[in-house]
């Protein structure tokens, strides 16, 4: 069973930055790993997801914004999120699963989530 554990969220104001971690264990074969949003009364939409070998994908909404890394000594995956704007406030969630994608459905690990604010 692979564990998910979310760091780095907060509040900032519009056109701020701020860094999410999400740090994986438990996990014995490659895995792809994305990050994931939701707000209330809405469905959770993909934001950016990554492959063992380094690809990255992102939503429409994010390019250019958004940027995924990994440091794959630590076991962590990280979300730098530039001019941010206050639509892009909401719970993140980081997940892992089989497949680089953008749909909640081809994950099956997900972590608590965790809050970002952004105020205009």
């Known amino acids: 069973q692979v564990q998910l554990v979310e760091s780095g969220g907060g509040s900032v104001q519009s056109g701020g930055s701020l860094r999410l971690s999400c740090v994986a264990s438990?996990?014995?074969?490659?895995?792809?790993m994305g990050w994931f949003r939701q707000v209330p009364g809405k469905e959770r939409e993909g934001v950016a997801t990554?492959?063992?070998?380094?690809?990255?994908r992102y939503a429409d909404s994010v390019k250019g914004r958004f940027t995924l890394s990994q440091d794959n000594a630590k076991n962590t995956l990280y979300l730098e999120m530039n001019s941010l704007q206050p639509e892009d406030t909401a719970m993140y969630y980081c997940?892992?699963?089989?497949?680089?994608?953008?749909?909640?459905?081809?994950?099956?690990?997900w972590g608590q989530g965790i809050q970002v604010t952004v105020s205009s």
């Open positions: 990554i492959d063992s070998d380094g690809r990255t």
């Open positions: 997940a892992a699963g089989r497949v680089m994608s953008l749909r909640q459905g081809d994950f099956d690990n």
């Open positions: 438990g996990y014995t074969d490659r895995i792809c």
